[in-house]
């Protein structure tokens, strides 16, 4: 059966990624390669609707899709094809024609006799406007400024996406964010992205107010946060009683990363994250900038308990780079996912600047999309876990830290 996937018009070089994640996520072996950024579809051959609903069910990036009946440069094209389909499955179900118009328009008494034109389909069932069992759908793709199609689709809507959580889990109606909040569009990308599955285990080292881990509870998966900065974490069960996703929570614990607490035997599905760029926050890690200023203060006590065991103590703490802490993660990401499982997580650059992404000999780089802002860009980087056995490339990056710098003086040479 052929299907035509119609892309929401935003975010366009993320979509084929997603939609390339979400087919592996349901073991579809389908055709993507008629895909273009320029144009908000896709005609893809499937076994079934059923196939069709399961391959856009969970896209954030796809509006709708449908099955196709016929499809032409004209009219007559189509009329030729769909008499050739055959509509017994039709039987007594009610139904009703819809019109979907790029780059142009309708009237209603072209839409009439548009549709008047199919009455070679005999259909039996009573024409229902509201929640008919068939909406059958005419797709017409109009050149600029053109009166006519230039590209007709004769179609019967089959599912939408999941794309309308994107405003059920709007950032401003959240009970509770900070200044590091991802919006909810990219967070949901990411962790589909990371092919996230109900009841896999994922964790984010960088959680800050919870938007990664509150977007992969949503989609039915285990999560765990931790964060260096108490403050961004007091109120992180908020946003999850709100949504009703408590029992999809494991855990956060505020924890310095790079000297993470978690056992070594903890092995995750997918980690998400949007690791600090120095702009927001400061990126950091406990210990001393002037080790020598520390000397001897771990024998200090307070009612006879050492003060950085009392449970007030707040740790001190001292910059560090960009550059390491992705080297960092890839190297926690190598020990701790599982055989295919995936990291994916952000990294600002410049926008003259060429994408070095580090590499790890356990990791393979599955994509590198850039979302453009107006002087810099951060891109989203997937990795996959290798097989045992398999090893590719380490390579560190060169140090990030310069984005800082260049993002506060407005990226002047």
């Known amino acids: ?19 390339e ?29 059923h196939d069709a ?88 793709q109009f050149g600029l400024l053109e009166k006519e199609p230039k590209y007709i689709w004769f179609t019967s809507f089959v599912s939408d996406s999941d794309r309308h959580q994107i405003d059920v889990y709007n950032l401003k109606k959240r009970p509770f964010i900070g200044t590091t909040s991802f919006d909810a569009e990219m967070a949901f990308v990411t962790c589909n992205m990371a092919k996230i599955q109900k009841n896999d285990v994922v964790y984010d080292p960088f959680s800050g107010t919870g938007s990664f881990p509150v977007a992969a509870a949503y989609l039915e998966a285990i999560v765990f946060g931790s964060d260096i900065d108490i403050r961004s974490l007091k109120g992180y069960d908020k946003n999850f009683k709100f949504y009703n996703r408590e029992k999809n929570l494991w855990g ?29 926050e400061i990126i950091k890690v406990c210990g001393s900038k002037n080790p020598e200023k520390f000397a001897g203060k771990e024998n200090v006590l307070i009612d006879n308990v050492p003060a950085h065991l009392r449970p007030e103590y707040i740790h001190p703490k ?8 992705l080297s960092d993660l890839l190297e926690f990401a190598a020990a701790r996912l599982k055989v295919k499982g995936r990291l994916s997580f952000w990294m600002p650059l410049a926008s003259d600047d060429p994408l070095s992404a580090p590499t790890h000999a356990k990791l393979r780089i599955v994509s590198s999309i850039p979302q453009a802002f107006n002087k810099w860009q951060r891109w989203l980087i997937t990795y996959e876990k290798r097989p045992e056995g398999e090893l590719g490339e380490t390579k560190s990056v060169e140090s990030k830290q310069a984005f800082r710098a260049k993002y506060f003086s407005g990226f002047k040479e």
């Not at 579809?28 to 051959?45: C, H, I, K, N, Q």
């Open 1 to 19: 059966m052929k299907f035509l996937i119609l892309f929401a018009q935003a975010h366009e070089k993320f979509r084929i990624h997603e939609l």
């Open 21 to 49: 994640a979400l087919a592996e996520v349901e073991g579809l072996d389908v055709d993507l390669s008629g895909y273009s950024d320029d144009y908000p579809y896709l005609e893809v051959e499937l076994a079934s609707e």
């Open 53 to 140: 609903k399961r391959l856009v069910s969970r896209s954030f990036l796809i509006r709708s899709v449908y099955r196709v009946f016929g499809q032409g440069w004209s009219y007559d094209d189509v009329h030729a094809q769909t008499k050739g389909e055959n509509f017994e499955f039709m039987g007594e179900k009610s139904f009703r024609f819809d019109f979907m118009c790029f780059q142009g328009s309708r009237t209603k008494d072209q839409q009439v006799d548009i549709i008047n034109g199919f009455r070679y389909l005999n259909l039996a069932g009573p024409v229902r406007m509201k929640k008919p069992d068939v909406a059958f759908t005419l797709i017409e």
């Open 318 to 325: 001292r910059p560090y780079s960009l550059d390491l802490l």
């Open 252 to 280: 956060v614990s505020v924890m310095d990363f790079t000297h993470n607490a978690l056992r070594k035997d903890l092995v995750f599905d997918a980690i998400v994250c949007d690791p600090p760029y120095g702009v927001r």
